[in-house]
């Protein structure tokens, strides 16, 4: 017979609400949820108030709960509740991407000096199972690569744009869908997908990278230009968090906007969906594709969690997914090699082509191919009463740090205007 699992929620918002309808559906009779804990009583919700509490030591404390479901987001009161309910023996299912992605080391050694579980499938890919994949199926492989479309939010921006709406409009779109929030600063920085590939990363190659550790570009200087100018290369334009093994000891993980072929598969990724290209020894390739966020996805992966570990509970010592004090450091070593897209803005004359040409060449960066078009992004304010034109190049393939080193010159040329978007090529 399978134990009963009492459990508590901390946080009863988009997500707790869905993972507590769901329990108190009572469609399986061995999980109760006993109590929730919310910051306003008062709020409107579909669950009854009895269940609701603005104090988490009545759940933390209370020795019938044996499990924590912790859906509130955020660092803190998160991290102090976790690290509580770990040290009163209960069990641990999260959704907080940051909490795990910053915290993670503490949480798992907490659980395992506690001898309870810590899941967290939904904290990267919503209703995707890439974590307990990577934990569990994929365990007899060595994987060398995780590529993923992380964030629903600008995978909708960016699939608008590509249609022809403005990165403004494409964003006020996103906010009126509900995919976006009010302050929209994680997604369109990048960073709610460096928490994502922080924790890809950690899981797939077994050591703890922290999301500092991450480089991260956002997408907001990229125009609906870069789209017709990508199209008419033969790519299409993603946010993609990358995590790859170069060698033993080395390992790049970043998260840029990209080119990518058009015929790729992660390229044909659209609105809201989230993608997650899996490299293994055995596996060889393995491409997950769903919905990245929301309510009902994500309950998916937390009351699977909820599942696991009430089948493994008995059975089963708590376990470290990584090693917390890894000696090995990301982006550090091997040259990272890429092709560049750039688009300038410059004075609209004689010979900017060939001084751009002459720096490049000076710095052995060899192109592909380049453009000067007299059409400009309308959506960029200039002041200037010359006249201008946009000209945008493609590298062959360059270290990083030679690209910089150039860059730095192409910014001093008198006819720049300005480096108006910098793309690598995702090969
Ligand atoms: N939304 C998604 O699609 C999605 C997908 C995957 C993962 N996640 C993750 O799931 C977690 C929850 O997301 P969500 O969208 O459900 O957030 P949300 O709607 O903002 O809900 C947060 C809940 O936590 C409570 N809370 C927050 N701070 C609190 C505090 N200081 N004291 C007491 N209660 C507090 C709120 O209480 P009140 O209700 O009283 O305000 C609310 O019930 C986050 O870590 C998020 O990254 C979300």
Do not use: W
């Not at 020795?63 to 976790?82: M, Q, R, S, T």
């Not at 709406?165 to 976006?180: D, I, N, P, R, T």
Request: aromatic share 6%.
């Amino acid at each position: 017979m399978q134990k009963t699992f009492t459990i508590g929620l901390l946080g009863c918002g988009n997500i707790g609400e869905a993972v507590a309808l769901e329990l108190l559906a009572n469609k399986n009779p061995s999980l109760k949820l006993k109590k929730a804990f919310v910051k306003d009583l008062n709020k409107k919700r579909n669950i009854a108030n009895s269940f609701l509490t603005n104090n988490a030591d009545e759940i933390l404390n209370d020795p019938e709960i044996n499990l924590i479901i912790e859906v509130l987001g955020g660092e803190e009161p998160a991290l102090g509740f976790v690290i509580k309910a770990l040290q009163n023996k209960k069990h641990l299912v999260t959704a907080n991407k940051e909490l795990i992605a910053k915290h993670g080391p503490q949480i798992f050694e907490t659980a395992f000096q506690n001898s309870v579980q810590v899941r967290l499938d939904a904290t990267v890919g919503g209703g995707i199972p890439i974590i307990n994949t990577i934990l569990d199926s994929l365990k007899a492989n060595e994987i060398t690569e995780v590529v993923g479309i992380l964030n629903g939010t600008t995978n909708y921006i960016l699939t608008q744009m590509k249609r022809g709406h403005s990165f403004e409009l494409a964003l006020k779109e996103a906010q009126e869908k509900g995919y976006a929030e009010p302050d929209p600063t994680n997604d369109l920085e990048g960073i709610d997908a460096k928490y994502k590939i922080s924790i890809l990363a950690s899981l797939a190659f077994g050591n703890y990278i922290s999301p500092s550790q991450v480089f991260c570009q956002g997408i907001k200087d990229i125009s609906v230009l870069d789209f017709n100018l990508a199209k008419e290369l033969g790519f299409s334009i993603k946010l993609l968090g990358v995590a790859k093994k170069l060698n033993k000891d080395e390992i790049k993980v970043k998260v840029y906007p990209c080119l990518i072929p058009a015929k790729k598969p992660l390229a044909k990724i659209d609105d809201v969906l989230n993608a997650i290209l899996v490299r293994g020894d055995l596996i060889q390739e393995l491409l997950l594709v769903g919905s990245g966020a929301g309510a009902k996805p994500t309950s998916s992966a937390i009351l699977g969690d909820v599942l696991s570990i009430q089948k493994l509970a008995d059975s089963t010592q708590s376990y470290l997914p990584y090693k917390i004090n890894s000696l090995i450091k990301p982006n550090q070593g091997v040259e990272h090699n890429y092709r560049f897209y750039v688009r300038l803005i410059v004075d609209d004359q004689v010979g900017v082509i060939r001084d751009l040409g002459n720096v490049l060449a000076k710095n052995n960066i060899s192109l592909e191919s380049i453009s000067q078009k007299a059409y400009n992004d309308e959506n960029i304010e200039h002041n200037n009463q010359t006249e201008e034109a946009t000209l945008t190049f493609l590298t062959h393939e360059v270290s990083e740090n030679d690209f910089e080193l150039a860059l730095r010159e192409v910014k001093i040329l008198k006819p720049i205007r300005e480096i108006a978007c910098i793309l690598r090529v995702f090969e």
